[in-house]
């Protein structure tokens, strides 16, 4: 009996052993488990504020593409009317000199002006009012579609650039 109760108070020190050392290392692999649950913790927040960051900048990149575009569509509308306004002067120019056409030099020696004169100068001026009005329409599409593609890739660059 003495000896049953050796092997069994020896194989309770021997379990007893095993336990703990099973304790100890289960203490060990919740620690480990703790410091890598707070390094993807970590790691997540860095990546949210980086991509925050990120975001910020491709936001104030496009606000800025977006006011600089406006600038220059500003500016091609105001050279556009500028345009316009010189094509208004010449054709009134070209109106005074259909007129002058029409009422003769002045000159006595002049011949009186005829109905060649009054049609030549009412087709020149209807041609130069189309061709002004073409190349105004021209001028608009070409300068809207110049900035509409320069803020594109002025855009995508921003966006696309880390």
């Known amino acids: 009996m003495k000896e049953a109760l050796i092997v069994a108070a020896f194989a309770f020190l021997v379990c007893l052993g095993l336990l703990i050392a099973e ?9 480990l488990h703790a410091e890598q649950i707070a390094d993807l913790e970590r ?17 104030t ?22 345009a316009a306004n010189a094509g208004d002067r010449l054709r009134k120019r070209i109106a005074q000199l259909t ?11 002049s011949a009186a002006p005829g109905q060649t004169a009054d049609v030549t100068a009412d087709l020149l001026a209807d041609v130069q009012q189309r061709l002004d009005e073409a190349a105004d329409a021209i001028a608009r ?6 900035i509409a593609g320069l803020a594109c890739e002025s855009a995508y660059d921003a966006v696309s650039a880390q």
Request: glycine fraction near 8%; charged fraction near 35%.
């Open 23 to 31: 304790e100890r290392d289960h203490a060990e692999t919740k620690r």
């Open 43 to 59: 790691a997540g927040r860095e990546a949210v504020e980086e991509a925050r960051i990120e975001e910020q900048r491709r936001y």
């Open 61 to 82: 990149a496009l606000q800025e593409i977006a006011h600089e575009t406006q600038t220059q569509l500003d500016r091609a509308r105001a050279d556009a009317a500028g």
């Open 99 to 109: 007129a002058s056409c029409r009422a003769g030099t002045g000159h006595p020696g």
């Open 141 to 146: 599409h070409a300068d809207a579609a110049r």
